[in-house]
């Protein structure tokens, strides 16, 4: 089989697909044109340095690495709506949102690229950094104006180089005009200093430019059922036993009576416009909280639990309790227990 004939094939068969094997590249690829943009305009602020790119697993800029990886789905069409199909969104998948992501990556680069961390006045703006990972939960302060509003999560405030890498998508943003946005924000002076630390760069080559093989960073040596099995299983994690005083004080009506339905059916009957306003609030992944949807729907079942069929106060009370749980796992890494 050529490497194109792949794209007419059904999710069960395309899944047995190796991703090394697809014959997907950047150059050529609707991505192209996007990289070219992100070019453009680190070269409007007289910034020599491009950094190369690359198809990976993930997005990512390898630790000490001056160069960004893409995830693969993005550089075809058929990929994306498989994307969509098992993780029900793609990162990524808008050009708004491809060109926030890269230029978030570009600090990162960037940093490696000049050695940023090193310097005293970077340290002394972001903080002390590591060779630590960024961690997958933290305690932001969402009302924090010490930090810019960029990614979702309020990622900034995960990590020293998160918070930089933050800092330099926010200045490079075309027509953001971050002075008068950030105007009284302590975050302010960051960009103030990303500024000038970025004119002082003006037309330089990098100081760290390692040679590497691609083929060691992208990971993509394996069947696509593969990738994806490990990828939702990552979003599954942290999936306690659920409370049944809260579903039971969520749903109490009794079970006999007109107007009454089983909490699963009303749950299953709303469960795309939860998902979605859930989502929209807390910036989740959108397989995590079907997920923890699934959870709740299959332990209601399970209790017997019913609602009243029209109860305007219903469908808050269920937002608020789904957002309550996202939200504490953000925080703990848990769905855990709402009091």
């Excluded at 960009?191 to 992208?218: I, K, T």
């Excluded at 923890?292 to 608020?320: A, C, K, N």
Aim: with cysteine.
């Amino acid at each position: 089989m050529e490497a194109a004939d792949w794209v007419t094939l059904n999710d069960q068969d395309l899944l047995e697909r190796r991703i090394s094997k697809l014959g997907l590249y950047l150059d050529g690829s609707t991505l192209e044109p996007l990289i070219r943009q992100l070019y453009e305009e680190l070269s409007a602020h007289g910034l020599a340095f491009h950094p190369p790119c690359h198809l990976g697993d993930e997005w990512f800029v390898p630790v000490g690495l001056p160069a960004i990886f893409v995830p693969f789905f993005l550089a075809h069409d058929r990929l994306r709506t498989l994307e969509r199909t098992l993780m029900l969104e793609v990162e990524g998948g808008t050009p708004e949102s491809f060109m926030q992501l890269m230029r978030h990556e570009t600090a990162h680069a960037y940093a490696y690229a000049f050695q940023l961390p090193r310097k005293k006045k970077w340290q002394q703006t972001f903080g002390q950094t590591s060779r630590e990972e960024t961690p997958q939960f933290y305690r932001p302060r969402p009302f924090s104006r010490s930090y810019v509003m960029h990614l979702d999560d309020w990622y900034a405030q995960s990590h020293p180089d998160e918070d930089f890498a933050e800092t330099f998508a926010v200045w490079l943003t075309p027509g953001l005009e971050w002075r008068k946005r950030y105007a009284g924000w302590k975050a302010l002076h960051k960009l103030e200093y990303v500024d000038a630390l970025m004119r002082s760069l003006a037309g330089r080559p990098p100081v760290h430019a390692p040679e590497y093989r691609v083929a060691e960073y992208d990971c993509l040596n394996l069947k696509l059922k593969t990738y994806y099995a490990r990828k939702r299983k990552q979003y599954e994690d942290s999936y306690p036993d659920f409370y049944d005083a809260d579903l039971r004080q969520l749903f109490p009506a009794a079970a006999d009576g007109p107007e009454r339905i089983k909490a699963g059916t009303y749950l299953r009957g709303r469960r795309r416009r939860l998902m979605n306003t859930v989502c929209q609030w807390t910036n989740e992944k959108r397989f995590r909280v079907n997920k923890l949807l699934s959870r709740l729907i299959e332990r209601s079942d399970q209790l017997g639990l019913h609602v009243l069929r029209d109860d305007p106060q219903q469908d808050i009370g269920v937002t608020t309790f789904i957002t309550t749980l996202v939200m504490n796992n953000l925080f703990t890494g848990k769905f855990k227990r709402t009091k």
